[in-house]
């Protein structure tokens, strides 16, 4: 994962508007959540990305997860609430480095990141890394 400046990343999702890191960060720090739907830990990491995502910035990225459409149907079947990026090659994951699923990097509001981790976490980890990313 990159250290420093985020790259670029100006995309759109799934629901077909328009996502734009950099014009976010503008309004504080923003969540990216590097993701599958073929992910054992991401079952338990999405939903609580999800209830972040009700009060913070978050853009989610689905790695090699089927259609815009599939992708679609899995976070409607379970529940999930956040913005979304398909990236079904993984060409945009490999940009940003990724490695494993789950994996979350927060940019702060100079562009930078902030912060970044994998595997399991809580809501409660989660919202604490955005505050500190304030």
Known sequence: MPKGQAP???QQAIDGQPIDLQ????NG???I???ATWCGFCRVVSPAVSDLAGGHQVISIALQ????EEVAAYQ???GLNFRTINDPSG???NQWGLRVTPTIAIVNREGEVSTVTSGMTSRWGLAAR???AD
């Open 33 to 35: 959540y590097f993701w």
């Open 65 to 68: 997860s089927g259609s815009p």
């Open 76 to 78: 409607q079947k379970h």
């Open 29 to 31: 720090p923003v969540l």
């Open 8 to 10: 670029q990343l100006v």
């Open 91 to 93: 060409a945009l994951s």
């Open 23 to 26: 014009s976010m960060t503008e």
């Open 130 to 132: 955005m505050w500190l």
